[in-house]
């Protein structure tokens, strides 16, 4: 096709990139509550049990279980009433045969008891209970290391720590735990393009919206974002920029400078850095200009100027290597079938992906096709909640076919 070679099958783009990529981004310590989102960086073991000890997990009455032997509504065991232990309270001294002692859920099971009669098994009689029904050992008690056993891999590294992760970590006492800290610096290249504080832009010029959707991609991964600005359609300068950040980042990004028509400025400047390998155009749709290279193990991704065109390019180049530098696997998607209400055309041996608004009526699921070209017309994800992606082997998918969606919304209807 004009301005590329070839076109690279993304199946194998993204094995060639991952496969050179060597680089690991550095660690660091952060406080367990602020890892939210983050990848760890190691096993976190458990190094006490959670729960601590035995305890309640009804309220009721701690008892021994071959005490209850027999137990019936016609026929209740009685059994002494000794004391009382609530959440947080221990209780002290032995429970002895033929004793109960009242408990609060979560308060810890005296020692010699090893089951609990819920109150609406048992009947209070003052100094005395009355118990109906016989209960094996360990009824209604949650076993210490029941949750968390001590020793216990709580956390593997590659995991992006989610909000449960933290609550188990606090509960074990885990102050602090290593993640990643992955660093991307984003460079726009463009003459035509101006920030968003000097909007609106004069004639000829446009906003330049796609650094702000790739930064939102990279946070949303836990990224650390170095913005280097917009670098002028000038192949010395883009070449200087992308070297100056280089050592200190894990990843390179660039957006514009690589689309059909345009000067190869930002190819031809990464190709000066001798990469150990570099793929210039993908058989997608949209997206065919995006590329990649590696320089000395470390991903320089070269994305599209064009808003969608570039989110395809960072879910096919930027998301799958920054998680393998990581060691991290890709969280599916909620993917939803869907009837198309009209027929979608493809180019074979390119896989596209198009954006769909998918509605529910009459208890039926139907996904509308918003745009099939169009790299920078990034309505189409706004007032769209999904994604058609059909693959390479497919012409495209006729009006009626039950698709499979990727949902990027709410279902509409």
């Known amino acids: 096709m004009k301005g590329f070679k070839a076109l690279t099958p993304i199946a194998e783009a993204q094995r060639v990139i991952i496969n050179a990529v060597a680089h690991k981004p550095a660690a660091g310590r952060v406080p367990t509550p602020q890892s939210v989102g983050l990848y760890a960086a190691e096993d976190v073991v458990a190094p006490v049990d959670v729960p601590p000890f035995d305890r309640a997990a009804f309220d009721g009455y701690a008892v021994r279980s071959a005490d209850t032997l027999g137990a019936s ?8 009433k000794t004391g009382k232990v609530v959440t947080g309270g221990e209780y002290q001294g032995a429970l002895g045969p033929g004793e109960a002692v009242e408990i609060a859920t979560g308060a810890p099971l005296p020692r010699g008891a090893d089951a609990v009669v819920p109150y609406e098994e048992a009947a209070d009689r003052g100094d005395y209970i009355e118990v109906y029904r016989p209960v094996p050992q360990y009824y209604y008690v949650s076993r210490r290391g029941e949750d968390v056993a001590a020793g216990e891999v709580v956390l593997k590294r590659g995991r992006r720590i989610k909000p449960w992760d933290v609550g188990v970590l606090a509960s074990l006492g885990i102050r602090e735990v290593s993640v990643y800290r992955v660093r991307a610096a984003l460079i726009s290249t463009g003459s035509e393009l101006v920030e968003l504080e000097e909007a609106p832009p004069p004639p000829g010029r446009i906003i330049n919206s796609t650094r702000h959707v790739i930064t939102a991609l990279l946070r949303d991964m836990g990224v650390e974002v170095s913005y280097m600005g917009i670098v002028p359609d000038d192949e010395e ?38 990469p150990e390998v570099l793929i210039h155009g993908i058989a997608a ?4 200009p995006n590329s990649a290279a590696v320089v000395n193990g470390k991903p320089v991704v070269m994305l599209s100027g064009f808003p969608v065109a570039s989110i395809v390019g960072f879910e096919v180049f930027v998301k799958p290597v920054i998680l ?3 060691g991290a696997r ?4 909620p993917v939803v079938k869907a009837t198309l209400t009209r027929r979608v055309t493809t180019p074979i041996n390119v ?16 996904a509308e096709p918003l745009a099939v070209t169009g790299s920078g017309v990034l309505s189409t994800l706004t007032r769209g909640n999904g994604l058609l992606i059909i693959p390479e082997n497919r012409e495209g998918y006729d009006e009626g076919e039950e698709v499979e969606v990727v949902l990027l919304g709410p279902v509409e209807g």
């Open 351 to 366: 896989r596209s992906f198009v954006r769909v608004r998918v509605v529910r009526r009459g208890g039926r699921l139907y």
């Open 324 to 326: 393998h530098m990581v």
């Open 237 to 274: 300068k883009i070449h200087s920029a992308v070297s100056k950040a280089l050592p200190s980042h894990d990843i390179v990004i660039t957006t514009g400078g690589v689309s059909v028509g345009e000067p190869d400025y930002v190819v031809k400047a990464v190709a000066r850095l001798k």
């Open 285 to 288: 749709r949209p997206g065919r």
């Open 73 to 80: 509504r016609t026929n209740p065991i009685t059994l002494k």
């Open 330 to 333: 890709e969280e599916p998607a």
